[in-house]
């Protein structure tokens, strides 16, 4: 099993160019999330999708769109990249059944500089 | 005030060392907490987790959750170099969506 992988690994975009982050999981997992990392500011959710064909806002959506292909991928689309999207991406996947909850594993990352 | 305060350290600690990892947090519904340990340049990966109040251990590791003060702790005891990293906290509240700390750095010099 891969987990959840994520391509690609690092990119640098100038402002104004549109790039789309691709995260896959092979766990047969319902639920997926992306989420950025900033110093100091720890993990923030950007987007969250709670089975295909669902998605839903976290805390900073603004700038993103999402699409959920299918139940193993989840894209993150930055349509017109700005300097303040420089950060690094992780998706998760989890499976959460009922009123439970279930660990959110993570892919690798991708690190994204925004000129 | 942030829903989840964690003291970003860094925290640099001999090794042999018990460490003491905190976070506060002020949302009553959070019933789930956790403990993700993320390396250099890699993802955060699930530590330890409890369900409500009171302690858990496995191995060096020990996780306590005191809900009356919200408050939660990490010990590592016998600290080694590997345990260098950053820690994360992380609480859910019913919404599967997890609200996670800014994370401490910490580094086990042998």
């Known amino acids: 099993n891969a987990g959840v992988t994520q391509t690609p690994k690092f990119q640098v975009l100038k402002t104004g160019q549109s790039m789309t982050l691709q995260c896959a999981q092979d766990?047969?997992?319902?639920?997926m999330y992306w989420y950025r990392q900033d110093p100091g500011m720890g993990l923030r959710l950007i987007y969250y999708?709670?089975?295909?064909?669902?998605?839903d806002k976290g805390e900073v959506p603004n700038g993103y769109n999402v699409s959920r292909l299918n139940k193993r991928e989840f894209s993150l689309r930055l349509e017109s990249a700005a300097p303040s999207q420089t950060s690094v991406y992780f998706c998760?996947?989890?499976?959460?059944?009922?009123?439970?909850?279930?660990?959110?594993?993570f892919g690798p990352g991708t690190r994204l500089l925004v000129l | 005030q942030k829903e989840v305060e964690q003291d970003p350290g860094p925290l640099s600690v001999p090794e042999g060392a018990i460490v003491s990892l905190n976070c506060t947090y002020s949302?009553?519904?959070?019933?789930?907490f956790m403990w993700y340990r993320q390396y250099s340049r890699k993802g955060p990966e699930l530590l330890m987790y409890?369900?409500?109040?009171g302690n858990k251990e496995d191995g060096r590791f020990t996780a306590q959750v005191d809900k009356s003060s919200k408050y939660i702790s990490l010990f590592i005891r016998d600290s080694q170099p590997s345990d260098s990293a950053t820690y994360l906290c992380?609480?859910?509240?019913?919404?599967?969506?997890?609200?996670f700390g800014k994370g401490t750095k910490l580094t086990v010099n042998p």
């Open positions: 998760a996947s989890s499976d959460p059944e009922g009123s439970g909850w279930e660990t959110q594993y």
């Open positions: 766990m047969n997992h319902n639920s």
């Open positions: 999708s709670a089975s295909e064909g669902t998605t």
């Open positions: 949302n009553s519904a959070f019933q789930y």
């Open positions: 409890t369900y409500s109040s």
């Open positions: 992380a609480m859910e509240g019913g919404s599967e969506k997890l609200v």
